[in-house]
């Protein structure tokens, strides 16, 4: 099953009745119109959730920003970078980072691929911590 986003505005929510009203642009209500005859009439479902924009990648970006931090603390400490970011990461999720649970269920972080910026701010707030606890001074725009 292929996931799809369809964008609208929810203008009015009763948290008693859970109840809401809003709009959704034209074109998806044909592509929900479209979903349903081409289901006919079988079950599917339609998700709501929060929209957050994909972080940032390039050059003076979040991803750009993370990356380059813990390249610095590498330099520094003579840690491995992926097992320094795989660790801060995971010591982001006490900072609100999104995750998945692998088959024992443990928490697991999202890859920074699927990061939105509300999800990386909370990976580069604990990179920036680790730093300081260890007195050591980052720059950005190397």
């Known amino acids: 099953m292929k996931k799809i986003s369809i964008m609208g505005s929810i203008a009015d929510y009763n948290p008693v009745t ?7 642009a034209t074109v998806d209500r044909m592509l929900m119109a479209m ?5 006919d009439g079988k079950q599917w479902d339609l998700g709501f959730g929060k929209h957050y924009d994909k972080r940032t990648t390039g050059d003076k970006s979040q991803s750009h920003k993370a990356n380059g931090y813990i390249q610095q603390l590498c330099g520094v400490g003579g840690w491995d970078f992926d ?3 795989y660790y801060l990461k995971r010591k982001s999720l006490r900072r609100g980072l999104r995750f998945t649970t692998d ?6 972080p999202i890859s920074e691929t699927e990061m939105s910026t509300v999800d990386i701010q909370p990976f580069i707030d604990e990179i920036e ?6 007195e050591i001074w980052l720059y950005e725009g190397f």
Do not use: C, H, N, S
């Open 129 to 134: 911590q680790f730093a300081a606890e260890r």
């Open 18 to 24: 859970g109840q809401f009203a809003g709009t959704i």
């Open 83 to 85: 097992t320094l970011k």
């Open 103 to 108: 088959p024992d269920g443990e928490a697991v």
């Open 35 to 39: 979903m349903y005859d081409f289901v």
